[in-house]
């Protein structure tokens, strides 16, 4: 079964501080990955997408990630962040689209002046 | 394009009442799916359909139905609330991957308390 973690419940980062949210996933062959956030009280927003190809991803709102099939990872970076983008973040996979994401637990980014 | 619609925004019940969580969409897209999301968690996939006709489980179906009659709507049915059910409800729907920008879009959420 596809399981995502995200070890990081919870982050705090000074403003204009780089980012890295990590993101380990147990899939048997290359799935789809994405990364997702979510405001207080908000539906969620993609912020990038890998399907296949390079294995750095550009996002919306100066967000990158990289997957690295050799660790599982697809951790998420960004490199100056602002406070608008204190939120909760999902990582999330899927086998064959996105009908059937399975999502990590989320981790909250708090970000202080 | 209003993107996927939830409603409510906000409902009580009761443990043992039924209700149905209403979604809708006016991207014509072919899959949609619910998740409910709880605490430390993240989201879990309760059921999906790949289009009109045809839905499937997944990680959490019980105490859930849906049915898709249209390619728009895909409502939600608790048949009989239960506190554990206490949870905040996502509908999301997208296309099959392959086409052009494709994602999935989610609504604003359904939050239910069940007491």
């Known amino acids: 079964a596809q399981s995502v973690t995200q070890p990081d419940i919870h982050i705090t980062v000074s403003e204009g501080a780089s980012l890295e949210l990590r993101c380990n996933y147990s899939?048997?062959?290359?799935?789809?990955l994405f990364w997702y956030v979510q405001s207080p009280g908000q539906g969620l927003q993609l912020l990038l997408k890998?399907?296949?190809?390079?294995?750095l991803v550009q996002g919306i709102k100066g967000f990158e990630a990289e997957f690295k099939r050799s660790q599982s990872s697809f951790n998420l970076r960004k490199p100056s962040v602002h406070w608008s983008d204190a939120a909760e973040y999902f990582c999330?996979?899927?086998?064959?689209?996105?009908?059937?994401?399975?999502f990590g637990t989320g981790t909250r980014l708090l970000v202080s002046p | 394009n209003a993107g996927v619609t939830q409603t409510p925004k906000f409902q009580v019940l009761k443990t043992g009442q039924s209700m149905t969580l209403q979604c809708a969409q006016d991207?014509?897209?072919?899959?949609m799916s619910w998740y409910r999301q709880d605490p430390g968690m993240g989201l879990r996939l309760i059921h999906y359909?790949?289009?009109?006709?045809?839905?499937d489980q997944g990680e959490v179906p019980n105490g859930y139905n849906v049915s898709r009659s249209t390619t728009e709507d895909f409502p939600l049915r608790l048949l009989s609330a239960a506190p554990s059910q206490t949870s905040v409800y996502f509908c999301?729907?997208?296309?099959?991957?392959?086409?052009?920008?494709?994602?999935?879009?989610f609504g604003q959420g359904t939050r239910l308390t069940v007491v």
């Open positions: 999301a729907s997208s296309r099959p991957i392959g086409q052009t920008n494709t994602e999935a879009f």
């Open positions: 899939y048997g062959a290359t799935p789809y």
């Open positions: 890998y399907f296949s190809g390079d294995t």
């Open positions: 999330a996979v899927g086998r064959t689209g996105f009908q059937k994401l399975v």
């Open positions: 991207m014509n897209h072919e899959y």
């Open positions: 359909s790949v289009g009109a006709g045809i839905t």
